[in-house]
């Protein structure tokens, strides 16, 4: 059965990825659609071997800068989603505040990052940090705050402290919250760096693809997004391999 789902979960994404550039491929030879519009998959490709060194060169800048700036947010965000739900009044009392910041779109952000920090990765790695952490701070707080109370009303009968109950059932509850929020924040860390990289940097995939932009050079713009992608896909699955590791016993039911 394992085997049969490891199948699949393999199988399923590649046959439907390598249809879907397929059926890009005829779509953009059918309406003949020009490259400035819609490149080819097969334009992309040819780009990508032209400008292979650069374009590995910035994709591992970008990915260093999305890597430190999720490590901060996982980090930060661990320790404040247990704060905010460590009590009821401090939960209503922050996640005000908390949407009210991640309400700020963080590319207003950046150009003030720039200011402080100079053109770099630090304004990058901040910038990743900050569009990041939330998700979070919201899922490890809400998987502390909604420990059942009768729960913690027979663990107080037996003698157990607020520390106990947070370290033995409130944390363990709320590791399926905690790394479903990594799934979706090592995404969102990639957006703020290359939102970043596009404001105002000297490389980085996307000061690449802002230089081919400004070049026309649009097949190298789409192989620049293949290759965030592609990145994206890796760190997901690596992700998600470690929920897996921590957090099999949630999704037990899911493999019968």
Same mark, same amino acid.
């Given at each position: 059965?394992?085997? &049969?789902?490891? /199948?699949?979960?393999?199988?399923?994404?590649?046959?439907?990825?390598?249809?879907? +550039?397929?059926? =890009?491929?005829? #779509?953009?030879?059918?309406? *003949?659609?020009?490259?400035?519009?819609?490149?080819?998959?097969?334009?992309?490709?040819?780009? +990508?071997?032209?400008?292979?060194?650069?374009?590995?060169?910035?994709?591992?800048?970008?990915? =260093?800068?999305?890597?430190?700036?999720? $490590? @901060? #947010?996982?980090?930060?965000?661990?320790?404040?989603?247990?704060?905010?739900?460590?009590?009821? /009044?401090?939960? *209503?009392?922050?996640?005000?505040?908390?949407?009210? +910041?991640?309400?700020?779109?963080?590319? *207003?952000?950046?150009?003030?990052?720039?200011?402080?920090?100079?053109?770099?990765?630090?304004? $990058?790695?901040?910038? *990743?940090?900050? @569009? %990041?952490?939330?998700?979070?701070?919201?899922?490890?707080?809400?998987?502390?705050?909604?420990?059942?109370?009768?729960?913690?009303?027979?663990?107080?009968?037996?003698?157990?402290?607020?520390?106990?109950?947070?370290? &033995?059932?409130? @944390?363990?509850? %709320?590791?399926?919250?905690?790394? !479903?929020?990594?799934?979706? /924040?090592?995404?969102? $860390?990639?957006?703020?760096?290359?939102?970043?990289?596009?404001? !105002? /940097?000297?490389?980085?995939?996307? +000061?690449?693809?802002?230089?081919?932009?400004?070049?026309?050079?649009?097949?190298?713009?789409?192989?620049?997004?293949?290759?965030?992608?592609?990145? !994206?896909?890796?760190?997901?699955?690596?992700? #998600?391999?470690?929920?897996?590791?921590?957090?099999? =016993? #949630?999704?037990?039911?899911?493999?019968?």
């Amino acid at each position: 059965m394992h085997m &049969k789902n490891a /199948a699949i979960t393999v199988v399923a994404p590649t046959v439907f990825t390598v249809a879907l +550039f397929v059926l =890009w491929e005829f #779509a953009c030879w059918l309406l *003949a659609l020009p490259q400035t519009v819609l490149p080819a998959p097969t334009a992309i490709w040819a780009a +990508f071997r032209q400008f292979q060194n650069p374009i590995i060169e910035n994709s591992l800048y970008t990915l =260093w800068n999305t890597l430190a700036g999720f $490590a @901060i #947010a996982t980090a930060f965000g661990l320790l404040l989603g247990i704060a905010v739900g460590w009590h009821r /009044a401090i939960y *209503a009392a922050v996640y005000p505040v908390l949407i009210g +910041f991640n309400s700020v779109p963080k590319v *207003a952000v950046v150009p003030v990052l720039i200011l402080w920090f100079g053109v770099g990765a630090v304004p $990058a790695i901040i910038t *990743a940090f900050l @569009i %990041s952490f939330f998700p979070i701070v919201v899922n490890v707080a809400t998987g502390l705050a909604t420990t059942e109370p009768e729960l913690e009303d027979v663990l107080r009968a037996l003698g157990a402290s607020k520390l106990d109950i947070m370290r &033995k059932v409130g @944390i363990p509850r %709320s590791l399926p919250y905690f790394f !479903g929020s990594l799934k979706v /924040a090592v995404t969102l $860390a990639f957006v703020g760096a290359v939102v970043s990289e596009t404001v !105002g /940097a000297n490389r980085g995939i996307g +000061f690449l693809m802002l230089s081919a932009q400004a070049n026309f050079q649009v097949p190298l713009v789409f192989a620049g997004l293949m290759a965030l992608a592609v990145e !994206g896909i890796v760190l997901y699955a690596i992700t #998600a391999a470690i929920e897996m590791r921590f957090t099999g =016993w #949630a999704f037990r039911g899911q493999n019968r």
